[in-house]
C-alpha cells in the first residue's frame, strides 16, 4: 500500500511538474545541475616559479600527492594537501585579479630586429609564463555531486592541479579544457580547496597578438551523477516548412553511479517568450559507469526562421527525471533555418542570400584578447551597422560568448578549427570545437584550415580527408571548407571539400576561371580585399608606419567594396569576408617598426572608421549616403589642389566649394569617385542624386582650433556585476563643436564611485602607450576609455581633462 501510494504520488508529482511554468519549476524543484562563473577572486604571479616536491616517508614525492610549494622572494605555499595548512599561505609576491585576464596587455613594447616572441612583428610585447590561483569552498551538501571546471580559454600550454593533485594539462590556446574535480574536492569542514594553473605562452599558435593568461571564462558545474553529458545536446531542424518544423533532438546521458538507474528524459521546445510549443518524454534505463544517447522528435508549429534581419530563437529545456524528482535540467539554445551553399550561390531559408562578412581575430583596444562579454557584443553591433551579416573567426575557434552574440543579434558565423592536422590531438580540437558549437544557428559552416603549406598536395589531402570525415560524422548538416590561398585544382585537395574556400582568388581572376572548368563546384570567397589604411591619414609615412586611405593597397588585394563588386557579377561565389573588420595587434602591414598592430581593418582597433569602412556601408546596405575624404583642414595648401577620393551608392554626386558646385558625376557601383579641388577653407559639401533627386549629403568645415572635450558612452546604464562595461569615445571639438581631425592632444582620465578603468586606446598602429592607463593621446581627433561596474550599485563619474581644452564628464548609474 505504501509503495503504491508513493508510485502516485511520483506520477502526480511529475505531471504536475510538467504543466507548471519554467519560472515556477526553478524555483520549486532542484534541478540537479548549477553552472557558477567561477571568474572572481583569483590571485596571480608572473614569471616563473620553482616548485619543490616534499617527500613523504615511504612514498615517491610528486605533485600528485605531495605538498606544493614556491619559492620567490620568501618561501610561499601554493597548495597544501594539508587542510590545515592552507590558511598559511602568504600572496607578497601574488596580486589579485578578477577573470578574463590578459597579462601581456599590461607589458611595454620591445623593439628587436632579430628576435620575436611574435612571428611578423619586430615590435611585441615579450610572452612568458605565469601562474594563476584561487581558494575556494564547497559545501557538505554537494558531496556526492559530479563537480567539474571549465576553462573557456586558456593562452596557452596550461597545467592545473586542485588541491595539489595534478589535474592534467591542455596546450591549445582556443579550445576549452575540462576536469572532473569530484574525487579530489574538500567539502564542508574538510577545509578549503586551491587551484593553480601555470601558463606557459613561450610559445605562439599563430602569428597575430594572442595574449597571455585565462583570457575567457572559467565555469564551476555541479550535477547529480545521473546527468546530460558536456555538449550532451544536438538539436537540428532536419525539415522547415511555414506550417510546421520538425525538430530532432539527440541528447546523450551518463550514469556515474554503481547500480543501475531508471529515469524519463522529457524534452520541452520553449519559444522566446518561454510558452513551451512541444514536449517529448521517453522512459529508459542506464547500468552503472555507461553512458547512452536518446533521440527524439518534436515539432515547432508556425516557426519563426532565424536569419539575421530576425534572429528568433528557441530554447530546449533537457530535464532527467528520477523517481518524480528532476535531477538534472540542461538548456539548448536553437534556431529554426535552412541553408544551403550551391554553384548558384548561398540560400538562406530558401532565399538567395550573399554573405557580406569580415574577417575578425579577438584582441580590441585597451584589453587585449580578455574582452568582456559586452565589448564582443560592441563589435558586433558596430559591424551589423556597416552592413554586414557575417562573420568569420579567423583564424581559430571563436570564444563562446561571441556565438551567443551572433545568436541573439544576427550574424552568419564561419567557424574556424586552427590547424590541418589528422593526429589524434588534432582531431580532438576539431571535434571540440564542433561539439561545442553546432547547436548555434548562426554557425552556417566550418572552415577546417586556412592557408596552410599542404595545401593542393598530396600528403594534405589525405590528412584534410580525414578531418572532413570527422567533421561529417560529428555534423552531417552543415557544409566544410577551407580557407585556401593556392593549390585549387592540385593533389585533389578542394575535391575532398563540401565547398572550395577561395582567398584573393581574384588574383587572375582564378575562381571565374574554376567556374567555368568545374562547374559543378560549390564556391565561397573565404578572405578579400587586405586594404591598408590609417584612419584619418592621407599621405605614406615610412617613419612613423601611417598608410595613406588613397593607397593602393597590397599587392594581392582589392580595394574597398570592390570585392562585393565581384559577389554581385557573380553569384556563384555566394559571399566574401573581407580581412578584417578591426584592426589587431601583430602582423604590421606594409611597415614594421614603429607600427604594432595590422593595418587590415575597416575599423581601427577602437572600432572607429576609417575612410573604406563607408566603402562596405554604400556596398552593403540600402541606406542612401556619401562619403568624401580627406578633411577640409590643410594650413599653407590654400589655391593648391587636393585631391579628394569619395564612396557612395548614389547614381551621382555633386561637389560644392563654399556654397559654389564645382559640378557632378555619374557613379559605378562599388567603385570610389575622385576629385581634384582647390583648396579654400571654409565649407566642402557633397550631394548624393537618385533619380535626380537629393537623397544624401555630406558637409566638411575646416575647423577652429581644439577647444574641448566631449565624451559620448554607448549606455549611461550598468549591471552591478563586476563585468558590465560603458564605452565611451572621446572627441576634440573646435569652439563651435566640430572635430579636430588633426588633434593629438594628452587626455587624462580621473573615475569616482561603483566602477574602474580597464583600458584605454586611439586606433594608432604606433602607439606604444600602456593600455592600462589613466591617461592617453588622441589620435587624429579621437580617443577611447573603457568603464567597468563594481558589484555595488550606485554612480560612477568618469572625467577628462586635457591641459588647455576644456574637460568633460560622464555619469554612469550602477543598477543591481
Not at 629 to 634: C, E, I, L, T
Not at 652 to 671: C, D, P, Q, R
Request: aromatic share 10%; glycine share 10%; proline share 4%.
Amino acid at each position: 500500500m505504501n509503495s503504491e501510494f508513493s508510485i502516485r504520488r511520483r506520477w502526480i508529482f511529475f505531471i504536475v511538474a510538467m504543466l507548471l511554468p519554467v519560472g515556477f519549476l526553478h524555483a520549486s524543484i532542484e534541478t540537479g545541475r548549477l553552472r557558477e562563473n567561477f571568474d572572481l577572486g583569483w590571485q596571480f604571479h608572473k614569471g616563473d616559479i620553482a616548485i619543490k616536491r616534499a617527500v613523504k616517508a615511504g612514498k615517491q614525492g610528486g605533485l600528485t600527492d605531495a605538498n606544493v610549494k614556491v619559492v620567490e622572494g620568501e618561501e610561499a605555499v601554493i597548495a597544501y594537501t594539508d587542510k590545515n595548512k592552507v590558511a598559511d599561505y602568504k600572496a607578497s609576491d601574488w596580486r589579485n585579479v578578477d577573470l578574463p585576464h590578459d597579462w601581456l596587455i599590461e607589458e611595454s613594447f620591445v623593439h628587436d630586429d632579430n628576435i620575436s616572441s611574435q612571428p611578423a612583428g619586430n615590435g611585441y610585447l615579450p610572452t612568458g609564463i605565469g601562474f594563476y590561483r584561487k581558494e575556494f569552498a564547497i559545501a557538505a551538501g554537494d558531496a556526492g555531486k559530479k563537480i567539474s571546471i571549465e576553462f573557456d580559454g586558456i593562452f596557452r600550454n596550461s597545467t592545473v592541479w586542485v588541491n595539489g593533485h595534478l589535474m592534467g594539462n591542455h596546450k591549445s590556446g582556443y579550445t576549452p579544457s575540462f576536469y572532473d574535480l569530484t574525487d579530489i574536492l574538500r567539502y564542508g569542514d574538510e577545509g578549503k580547496n586551491v587551484i593553480l594553473v601555470k601558463v606557459d605562452a613561450t610559445d605562439t599558435e599563430g602569428w597575430w597578438y594572442e595574449g597571455c593568461g585565462i583570457y575567457r571564462h572559467v565555469w564551476l558545474t555541479k550535477t547529480t551523477p545521473l546527468h546530460v553529458a558536456r555538449f550532451g545536446t544536438f538539436v537540428t531542424t532536419p525539415t522547415v516548412a511555414p506550417e510546421k518544423a520538425v525538430v530532432s533532438m539527440k541528447t546523450t546521458i551518463e550514469n556515474e553511479y554503481k547500480t543501475t538507474r531508471h529515469f524519463q528524459l522529457v524534452s520541452r521546445i520553449l519559444d522566446a517568450v518561454g510558452a513551451v510549443v512541444d514536449t517529448q518524454v521517453v522512459t529508459d534505463s542506464i547500468g552503472p559507469s555507461q553512458s547512452t544517447e536518446l533521440s527524439q522528435t518534436g515539432m515547432i508549429r508556425q516557426p519563426k526562421l532565424w536569419s539575421p534581419e530576425t534572429p528568433a530563437l528557441y530554447r530546449l529545456q533537457t530535464r532527467i527525471i528520477e523517481n518524480g524528482i528532476i535531477v538534472d535540467n540542461f538548456e539548448t539554445t536553437f534556431g529554426v533555418r535552412t541553408i544551403a551553399i550551391t554553384t548558384k550561390g548561398f540560400f538562406l531559408n530558401g532565399k538567395l542570400y550573399p554573405i557580406k562578412g569580415t574577417a575578425n581575430h579577438q584582441d580590441f583596444a585597451g584589453v587585449g584578447v580578455a574582452l568582456p562579454d559586452k565589448i564582443n557584443q560592441y563589435k558586433i553591433k558596430l559591424l551589423k551597422e556597416m552592413g554586414s551579416n557575417g562573420y568569420r573567426s579567423a583564424h581559430n575557434p571563436p570564444t563562446p560568448e561571441v556565438l551567443d552574440i551572433c545568436d541573439r543579434e544576427g550574424m552568419l558565423v564561419l567557424d574556424e578549427n586552427r590547424l590541418l592536422t589528422s593526429t589524434p590531438e588534432g582531431l580532438d580540437e576539431l571535434k571540440t570545437l564542433m561539439l561545442r558549437d553546432r547547436n548555434h544557428p548562426s554557425v552556417f559552416m566550418w572552415c577546417l584550415e586556412n592557408e596552410e603549406s599542404l595545401e593542393g598536395q598530396v600528403t594534405g589531402t589525405r590528412i584534410l580527408e580525414k578531418m572532413v570525415e570527422t567533421a561529417h560524422q560529428l555534423d552531417p548538416t552543415r557544409p566544410v571548407t577551407a580557407a585556401m590561398n593556392h593549390g585549387w585544382n592540385e593533389g585533389g585537395y578542394s575535391d575532398v571539400l563540401d565547398v572550395v574556400g577561395y582567398n584573393y582568388g581574384q588574383r587572375g581572376m582564378q575562381y571565374v576561371k574554376d567556374h567555368e572548368k568545374y562547374p559543378n563546384r560549390k564556391m565561397f570567397v573565404t578572405e578579400s580585399t587586405s586594404y591598408v589604411s590609417t584612419r584619418g591619414e592621407y599621405e605614406d609615412n615610412h617613419e612613423k608606419g601611417y598608410v595613406s586611405n588613397f593607397g593602393k593597397g597590397v599587392g594581392w588585394g582589392l580595394q574597398p567594396g570592390q570585392d562585393w563588386k565581384h559577389v554581385v557579377l557573380y553569384p556563384y561565389l555566394s559571399g566574401t569576408f573581407v580581412w578584417t573588420g578591426f584592426d589587431y595587434r601583430g602582423e604590421p602591414t606594409p611597415y614594421r617598426w614603429p607600427c604594432v598592430s595590422s593595418h587590415f581593418g575597416i575599423m581601427d582597433l577602437c572600432g572607429f572608421p576609417k575612410d573604406g569602412y563607408y566603402g562596405y556601408k554604400a556596398a552593403w546596405t540600402d541606406q542612401p549616403l556619401v562619403h568624401v575624404f580627406p578633411h577640409w583642414n590643410w594650413p599653407g595648401k590654400e589655391g593648391k589642389l587636393i585631391k579628394f577620393r569619395g564612396y557612395s551608392n548614389c547614381e551621382e554626386v555633386e561637389i560644392l566649394v563654399n556654397g559654389k558646385s564645382v559640378g557632378k558625376k555619374k557613379l559605378s557601383a562599388f567603385e570610389y569617385f575622385e576629385w581634384d579641388l582647390i583648396y579654400m577653407p571654409g565649407k566642402l559639401e557633397v550631394r548624393g542624386y537618385k533619380n535626380g533627386k537629393q537623397v544624401a549629403r555630406q558637409i566638411r568645415e575646416t575647423t577652429g582650433t581644439a577647444s574641448r572635450l566631449t565624451a559620448k558612452a554607448d549606455t549611461l546604464s550598468l549591471k552591478a556585476d563586476g563585468c558590465d562595461v560603458a564605452i565611451i569615445n572621446i572627441e576634440i571639438k573646435d569652439a563651435k563643436g566640430r572635430v579636430v581631425p588633426t588633434a593629438d592632444n594628452l587626455i587624462k582620465f580621473s573615475i569616482e564611485g561603483n566602477g574602474r578603468i580597464i583600458g584605454t586606446g586611439n586606433g594608432n598602429p604606433s602607439s606604444h602607450e600602456p593600455d592600462k592607463a589613466d591617461r592617453r593621446k588622441a589620435f587624429n581627433g579621437l580617443c577611447q576609455v573603457l568603464v567597468q561596474s563594481d558589484r555595488q550599485a550606485g554612480k560612477i563619474k568618469l572625467k577628462a581633462t586635457s591641459e588647455t581644452l576644456e574637460g568633460t564628464e560622464v555619469t554612469l548609474t550602477v543598477h543591481e
